[in-house]
Every structure is written in structure tokens, then in C-alpha cells.
């Protein structure tokens, strides 16, 4: 009879608990394929973490319940924290508290299992973070991960910032509290959603995806909630919403900022208990929906300006992540840039072109306003091309840090088109229309904000200067 022969790995655990009977398994079942220290004492472990050497994972008995149990956990966490800001901690739990979860969260806690547990949930808390594919978080910040979440999706990770909130993600799915998503177009609002939803409970069942902007009030009520026959003209019969096909499930509201004030109401009774009814039903349904919406507006100033409601805001707050754009994480645009060329290269049966330094110096040095999807959107474009010159003569008018002795105007953020047509004519109109609608996906509302301008107003620039995706790449630059 063969025997199967385990090599251990060269991870180094630690278990932190009180419960010697608790930390003797959790030692006895990965002792064959990792190095595990338990302790008792948190000054022990304080000592360890200090001293030479690497831990690369902390399993954590979390206390809680009634008295001081959280509160000495809460601080357990800090300290370690610490310590070692980059350690991964994983912690065994009797019951996911909200408000202790949330708090453990924004510590750094990077998973839950709860008790009783069985060896397979040890296992794959592990693998998450030390097996293959897994994020040593303290092997140091120049780690690259990338999480597979779809056919098309993949969430990249390779930056501290970045790790720390993907952390927070994987913690929060573990609730089913709604989240609210912050951040500018394009920054990954729906990456982060969707792999939350795939660690979640509810990862074998629905993910819808509904766009608040992308369509008027009437259509997008009948979208979220469906209609009964004759509920309108064409309504030959009756149809499910997006919450009723995604019962059990995810819903991923986003734009949610653009939702019309009617709808707001609506949505704000389907969070408090789960209830509707269909565009022109007379029954109330019940659904079990996680709801995780994302806006790239500033809430609370739509709040101040009764666009948006205040309640509704409060209940979608249940934990609220902030997505960085892509300027204040620099050190990740290299890491971009060769993600996006693999990906179209695949995409198309052939291999990656090369980034040379004069072209890898012009895509840290761009600001990036619409973020990852422009360069996305960039690489894309160097593909199809191959001309390096080209993308970097594209980039180069937004690098200009202001207006300059001759007459460099800042076209990547523009402030204000007025401003803008006032130093530049024609052309430069052209370009800065072009690069703010290929930054935001061609999401012409978003440009618009971007611009300063009327929806209608753009509208009209579009087709003034014949703007559209394919021929953008055939104008020419203006330098």
C-alpha cells in the first residue's frame, strides 16, 4: 500500500485562544502542512510578533457576548494590528455579531468561522489566504493576487490599501447587512461587489446587476419590481422584477445616486422588510435580497440638496467601503496595465505586446480620471494599434499639471468647459469630450458631470464632433 506523503509548507501560523481544547485541534489538523504556534497568553504572542522571523496568518478565539469579552478582543486586535499591520486575522466566532463584526472589520479582521466548526472550515479559511492562489498578506506589499470571480472578472490585488480592503469585503460578506459602495467611475465598484457576493452565504444563488442611470423612473421601477398584465400600453403579460428573479440572492444597485425620488421610497420599504408590490399588482410580495449599492456621488451632498433620501442613505449604510481612485494608488498602475494586456491578448489568441519605460513612465505619470476602466480602455487601444507613440501622445495632454507659460491647459480633470474653450478651440474641445466619455465607459451622464456641462449639451458636442468609440481612435491628438 502506498502511502501519500504531505510536504509541509514553510507558513508559519500562530492560534491565539483560552480554550486549550479549541487551540489542540486547530494545531492537530494543519500541523501536518504548516509550522502552528498556540497561545494562551496574549503577551506571549505579542513577543513572538516582535521578535525576527515571519507569521503569516493569526487564527483568533474571539470572545464576545455580554461584559468585557468584545471589548478586551477589540483590543487584543488593535495591538496586534500594531504590531503587525499587514498580518491576515482569521477569527473563530460563536455568533456573527453586526456591530462586532463591523468593528473587528475596520481592525483588519480578514475572515469568520464560526463555531462549532469542522476541519474543512479551518481548511479553506487557510487556503484563502496561504494555499495557491492565496494572499500571504505579510510576504510584503510587492505581492500581486488575482481572485478569478467570473469568466470576466477578476479581482486584482497589489497594494496594501487595496488588501485591506478586500479584507473588509470578505468579513462583511459574512453578514447580510446592505453595503454602500463609494468611489469615482470606474474605480472597480463592481468588482469589490461582486466578490463579496461570492464569499457570502449566497454565493451559489442570484447576482443581478441593475443600473439606476441607465434608464428613465417608469422602466427602471418596472425593472426592480416587475409589472402585472395591463399594469401599461404593451403589457401583454405579467413580469418578474429583478427582486423577485433574485430571491435568496444579490442585487448590485448600481448609480444608485441617480435613482428617481419616487423610487427611493420604494426601495427603502423592500430594505426594511422585504415587501412590494409589481408595477400595478394588487398582492404584496416578499423577497430575501441582499442589496449592495454603489454611487460615485457625493451622497450626503445630494442628501443637502433633497435629491436624495436621507433614510434610504442610513438604511444602504450598513457598512460603507470606499473604493480609491486610481491616482491615489499609483504603485498599481504597472500592475494594470500588464493585467488589462494579458487579458485583450487572450481575448484575441495573441501574445501581450511589450511596454517599454517611455511608455510604462507616461501611464503612471497620466492622472487617470476615469480610472481603471480608461486604462482598460488604453491598453485596449495599444493592442489594436501597436503604436506606443500614439498612447503616449494621447496621454500627454493630461499631464499637464495646470496651465503653463504656453498655454498647456489641464485637460484631465476639466474644471469647467467654459474655461477650457476660452484657452483651446476645435480640436482640444474634441479630445477633452473624447477622453472624459472613454474614461467613464461612454457613460454620457457621468461625462457630463465630469464636464460641467448639460446631458443635452454633450449630447449636442457628439454629435458636432462625430464622436463615437471607433472613430476616437483615428483623431488625431492635440498636442
Known sequence: MTMKTVTKSMHQIAALGTDPGLLNY??????????????????????????????????????????????????????????????PVVLFARSVDLKEVLQAARLGATDVILKPFVKSDVDHAVEQH?????????????????????????????????????????LVA?????????????????????????????????????????????????????????????????KPGKFELCNGGTIFLDEIGEMPAALQAKLLQVLQDGTF?????????????????????????????????????YRLNGFTLKMPPLRERSEEIPVFAHYFMRKVAAKHGSMPLHFSPMLMQALCNHPWPGNLRELENIIKRYFILGDEQAIVGDLRPAQYAGPSNSGGVDTAYVPGLKRLVKSIKGDAESVAIAQALEGTGWNRKAAANQLQISYKALLYKIKQYNLNPVERQQRPSVM
Not at 522571523?53 to 483590543?75: F, H, I, K, P, V
Not at 510587492?142 to 497594494?159: A, G, R, W, Y
Not at 447576482?207 to 427602471?220: E, I, Q, T, Y
Request: aromatic share 6%.
Open 26 to 87: 486547530v494545531q492537530r489538523i494543519l500541523a501536518d502542512r504548516f509550522h502552528v504556534s498556540v497561545f494562551t497568553a496574549p503577551g506571549e504572542l505579542t513577543a513572538r510578533l516582535q521578535e525576527p522571523g515571519r507569521t503569516d496568518l493569526l487564527l483568533m478565539d474571539w470572545q464576545s457576548g455580554n461584559g468585557n469579552g468584545c471589548e478586551d478582543a477589540l483590543t487584543r486586535l488593535a495591538g496586534i494590528r500594531a504590531i503587525k499591520p499587514t498580518l
Open 130 to 170: 496561504l494555499g495557491n492562489g492565496g494572499l500571504n498578506f505579510a510576504a510584503g506589499d510587492d505581492q500581486v493576487q488575482e481572485i478569478p470571480l467570473d469568466e470576466d472578472t477578476t479581482f486584482v490585488l497589489s497594494s496594501r490599501r487595496m488588501r485591506e480592503l478586500e479584507a473588509q469585503c470578505r
Open 174 to 238: 459574512r453578514t447580510d447587512i446592505p453595503v454602500l459602495i463609494l468611489g469615482e467611475s470606474g474605480t472597480g465598484k463592481e468588482v469589490a461587489t461582486l466578490f463579496i457576493h461570492k464569499m457570502s452565504a449566497r454565493s451559489n444563488r442570484g447576482f443581478l446587476k441593475v443600473n439606476c442611470a441607465a434608464m428613465p423612473a417608469d422602466l427602471l421601477e418596472s425593472e426592480l419590481f416587475g409589472y402585472e398584465q395591463g399594469a401599461f400600453t404593451g403589457a401583454v403579460k405579467s
Open 277 to 313: 408590490a409589481r408595477l400595478g399588482g394588487r398582492f404584496t410580495l416578499r423577497v430575501n435580497v441582499r442589496v449592495i449599492a454603489a454611487t460615485n456621488l457625493d451622497i450626503k451632498e445630494a442628501i443637502a440638496q433633497k435629491k436624495f433620501r436621507e433614510d434610504l442613505y
